[in-house]
């Protein structure tokens, strides 16, 4: 015959698998590995509150494993008991198990990039940029999230032009972290508004004499800038007429030209009139 010796259960030691730290969302395997014992064991799981109160994970089973799901992010405290009942049931606890479970991480949704829906028009303030896949999700759980997506610039007015633009997500539930990242926005020019046309000063008819020298006044735009004709070679033909011009706005990077008409009286002088005459 075959003598077993047996001894009850002399420690218990609770390991965790993977080990600290961990995000939030991670399943924690909580293993108790009894030294000894003479009949069953029955292992049980705790959580201890700093004050040392504890609260069951699992009581009495014979398996020496547990799957843990941490309920939030913070540092916490675990421990394991091993009852013997070949041993009367006596209990033997394990060493108290410090776990930290970080803030989990978070992604877009669906593995998309948070992009910009359309262009600006200069002017408009960041804040106004239209986005597209701003879904998000936690990468340990799978929850879909909510909270709030901001640009960490909202009111800034970027010049014409392609430009990178910093965002954030910020969780509602405070166990993720934050998510940063940058989208590429286009900002179009802007296109002033002609608010009066102008008039091209009243001059006498020369074959040689061009648009171009006769000037334009009394033209009003809601931006700083310039008028011109557009086709300054032209030699105007008495008695005058509408002709194209175009407004040329002071910043020339963020506005642009404004064509529009101008009106023109071209006279022809009478014999032994001179242009003195015409004032």
Known sequence: YVVRIVKPVGSLTL????????????????SAAADGGKGTLRYSFYLVSADGTESTLSSGSTTSEYIWNPSGAGNWQLR??????????SVVSSNVLSFTVEKGEVAVKDGKEVTAAGS????QPVSEIQVENAAFTGVQTGET???????????????????????????????????TGILSVTVEKAVPV??????????????????GSIALSGGEADVEG??????????????????ACEFVPADENDYESVQTQAE????????????????
Do not use: C
């Not at 600006?120 to 002017?123: F, I, K, V």
């Not at 009111?155 to 633009?165: N, W, Y």
């Not at 002609?194 to 648009?211: D, F, W």
């Not at 023109?264 to 004032?279: A, C, H, N, Q, S």
């Open 145 to 179: 999230l909510l909270g709030t997506f901001a640009f960490s610039e909202p009111g800034k007015i970027l010049p014409a032009g392609t430009h990178a633009v910093d965002w954030t997500f910020t969780p509602s539930d405070d166990n993720y972290r934050t998510l």
């Open 264 to 279: 023109l009286v071209i006279v022809i002088l009478e014999r032994g009139e001179t242009e003195v005459d015409m004032v």
């Open 15 to 30: 390991t965790a698998e993977p080990s600290s730290p961990q995000p939030y969302g991670t399943a924690i395997r909580l």
């Open 120 to 123: 600006l028009t200069y002017g």
């Open 80 to 89: 394991a008991e091993a009852a013997d009942s070949g041993d009367g049931g």
């Open 194 to 211: 002609i608010r009066k046309a102008p008039k091209g000063e009243t001059s006498v008819y020369h074959p040689e004499k061009r648009l």
């Open 226 to 243: 310039t008028w011109r004709w557009t086709s300054a070679d032209i030699v105007p033909e008495a008695p005058g007429g509408s002709y």
